[in-house]
């Protein structure tokens, strides 16, 4: 089936379709634009020498994680690499030892050193690089599919965003930020279990960091909070179904329609809620609740004609596309089960 995912504006409109079979439904996805944010104008890029400022290459080596159960033995490899960097001045060889030190330590079950080494961490790259440099780079990484290294990176960023003077400003790099989680845990490869326990175990619970973060921003007003506490909701359950835990997928899933419902009267003009609903009739289909899963994926339609936040009708024709399919393959379902129990 299909599941969606949104744009926000920061719910902003573009869509991307993750197809899981035929007989699946899929779920929606909401994808976040960057054009609401003017980038020039809110952050100064450093613009020194590329050779000795910070880079993806800093935080990029062709080294997985091993089970080493000491993180310090997974730095020595690092050291090999930084001999070869003869041109880096000494704060980048400090900043990429950090990060492989905090990198290895989470695969480490309660590692004493891991939060004062992140702590570290944040503070040496907070020195040389701005908040949007940092997410940058672990676009970067993401893109070549060095998925942990951008996942720490990406919550590096967050932390920045969150101290952030401008409230919206920070608010627009957090959900940015999180949504590139997001992507970096779904497309994690699925055979590698170890990496699958760290996204799970360690990766996860920093996006529910990140959502209590913007609980904490004094300056939102309250709907402002709710109605992107459950686009965070919405990012978590998306991993969380990756990693195979189904059942947290559909409990978060029905909190954030919980949230939307309590704070808005007119929660079903929205394109999340309507996006909800698909995700909650995936969730049924795969109880084989057909019936419950008809009438989600019916109500989710009727948000998806009326909502008014689509920013392309393309983006609105392919989540009503997804929907419509969705529903065409739990009747087909419902029926058979309906024959079967004759």
Not at 282 to 294: D, G, L, P
Request: aromatic fraction near 8%.
């Amino acid at each position: 089936m299909f599941c969606q995912e949104q744009d926000v504006s920061v719910m902003n409109n573009n869509t991307r379709t993750v197809n899981l079979s035929f007989e699946k439904c899929t779920i929606a996805l909401i994808q976040c634009n960057s054009t609401d944010r003017d980038d020039q104008a809110i952050y100064q890029v450093n613009q020194s020498d590329s050779s000795t400022k910070l880079s993806d290459e800093v935080f990029f080596d062709n080294k997985e994680i091993s089970s080493s159960k000491n993180a310090e033995d997974n730095v020595k490899a690092t050291h090999k690499l930084l001999s070869k960097k003869k041109d880096w001045p000494a704060y980048l060889h400090h900043i990429a030892y950090l990060f492989k030190l905090y990198k290895s330590s989470l695969q480490i079950d309660e590692c004493p050193d891991s939060s004062e080494t992140r702590r570290k961490l944040i503070e040496a790259i907070t020195a040389k690089a701005t908040a949007y440099e940092v997410e940058i780079i672990a676009h970067k990484l993401r893109k070549r599919s060095k998925h942990v290294e951008a996942s720490v990176l990406y919550s590096i960023a967050a932390a920045m965003y969150g101290s952030f003077e401008n409230q919206d400003d920070g608010l627009k790099g957090i959900i940015k930020c999180m949504e590139g989680i997001k992507f970096a845990v779904c497309d994690l490869p699925s055979q590698n279990n170890e990496i699958k326990k760290i996204a799970e175990d360690r990766i996860i619970p920093i996006m529910v960091e990140m959502k209590d973060q913007i609980k904490q921003m004094a300056a939102l007003d309250n709907q402002t909070k709710i109605r992107h506490e459950a686009l965070c909701l919405h990012f978590i359950s998306l991993a969380k179904d990756a990693v195979g835990d189904r059942k947290s997928f559909k409990a978060l899933i029905e909190e954030a329609l919980a949230l939307l419902k309590e704070e808005f009267k007119d929660a079903a003009n929205y394109q999340l809620f309507g996006v909800l609903l698909n995700n909650q009739g995936v969730a049924m289909e795969r109880e084989t609740e057909f019936a419950q899963a008809e009438e989600l994926f019916n109500q989710c339609l009727e948000v998806y004609r009326k909502v008014k936040d689509y920013k392309t009708e393309k983006a609105k024709s392919s989540h009503l596309s997804d929907a419509e399919k969705n529903l065409k393959i739990v009747k087909m379902k419902k029926l058979q089960k309906q024959k079967m129990q004759k």
